[in-house]
């Protein structure tokens, strides 16, 4: 089974230049997670989708951040524009549908905002 | 507000001996605790869970250890393998009428020598 997908796995921007994360759940998961890890911190949950809808997006900043999730499966989220505090590892995560399905994350995308 | 605590951020322990991370929560409505372990560039895995209705969950050289009353968990690995080498993230969430929405701590990380 395909575990879930990030691009790109670095990126390097400048402050206020934007950028794009993409994410692929694994097939047939519902539920969908964008995770802001800082370092020496755990993972924060930014936004939850069930299927293209969102559950949670109570520690998304929505003036500089966006994400949607077409059609129920991949997902986008966007910085727009960055700060150097946004520098970070977004980790995505998928679970198959109820709260408290294990979450299975990818790799995450490393963001450096110089 | 930091509700989910490791106090320590580095373990290190000898091979073949027991390795104790612990973890502190303050929020007496989280019902679910997770364990994650985490390699560098990889995300998060799923390692092992307890609900609170239990005080003690066992898988293989993994046992989790919840003392509600002290609103304290703790994860044991007996014994201890230099593959064990890694950050380590404790999770907790209510699955009671909730999305699921994970708090996770800062991470330690372990480092199990040969």
């Known amino acids: 089974e395909a575990g879930v997908a990030q691009s790109p796995r670095y990126k390097i921007i400048e402050k206020r230049q934007s950028v794009a994360f993409w994410c692929n759940p694994i097939?047939?998961?519902?539920?969908l997670y964008w995770y802001q890890q800082i370092l020496g911190q755990g993972p924060k949950l930014l936004i939850q989708?069930?299927?293209?809808?969102?559950?949670?997006d109570s520690q998304l900043p929505k003036d500089r951040f966006s994400a949607e999730r077409l059609k129920g499966v991949d997902s986008t989220l966007k910085i727009q524009p960055a700060k150097l505090e946004d520098s970070a590892v977004y980790l995505c995560?998928?679970?198959?549908?109820?709260?408290?399905?294990?979450?299975?994350f990818g790799p995450g995308t490393r963001l450096t905002v110089l | 507000d930091q509700q989910v605590k490791q106090n320590s951020p580095s373990l290190s322990v000898q091979e073949g001996r027991i390795s104790i991370l612990n973890c502190d929560y303050t929020?007496?409505?989280?019902?679910?605790f997770l364990w994650y372990k985490k390699y560098p560039a990889e995300g998060p895995t799923f390692l092992i869970s307890?609900?609170?209705?239990?005080d003690k969950n066992e898988d293989g050289r993994f046992t989790v250890f919840l003392n509600k009353s002290a609103k304290h968990l703790s994860l044991h690995i007996v014994p201890s393998q230099p593959g064990d080498s890694a950050v380590y993230f404790c999770?907790?969430?209510?699955?009671?009428?909730?999305?699921?929405?994970?708090?996770f701590g800062q991470g330690t990380t372990l480092q199990v020598k040969p």
């Open positions: 989708f069930q299927n293209n809808g969102v559950v949670d």
């Open positions: 929020n007496s409505m989280f019902d679910y």
């Open positions: 995560a998928s679970s198959l549908r109820n709260p408290g399905d294990e979450q299975f």
């Open positions: 097939s047939g998961h519902a539920t």
């Open positions: 999770a907790a969430s209510r699955r009671t009428g909730n999305t699921g929405k994970l708090i």
């Open positions: 307890i609900s609170s209705i239990k």
